[in-house]
């Protein structure tokens, strides 16, 4: 069966503006490797390009989980049960 390909909406090839929000900080980090930029700066650069600046960037809501390995007192593998 064959399909009709889309064509996109907006250009492919369209670059951020020079003077976008966070452009020139963003444009210092480091994309070649993997997990190499502090996660939470580029989020921020994220939030300005898309939001602007006049919505300020939201709080951590919430928290990840502690390890499940956790022995300290009051941890998660302590308790009534655990041995």
Request: charged share 25%; proline share 8%.
């Amino acid at each position: 069966m064959r399909y009709a390909g889309l064509r996109p909406a907006v250009s492919l090839d369209e670059r951020n503006a020079a003077g976008a929000p966070g452009s020139g900080d963003s444009s210092q980090l480091h994309f070649r490797f993997e997990d190499r930029i502090d996660d939470q700066l580029f989020n921020c650069f994220l939030w300005k390009a898309i939001r602007g600046t006049g919505m300020p960037y939201p709080a951590a809501t919430r928290q990840s989980a502690p390890d499940c390995d956790d022995t300290r007192p009051g941890g998660v593998d302590s308790g009534p049960g655990v041995r």
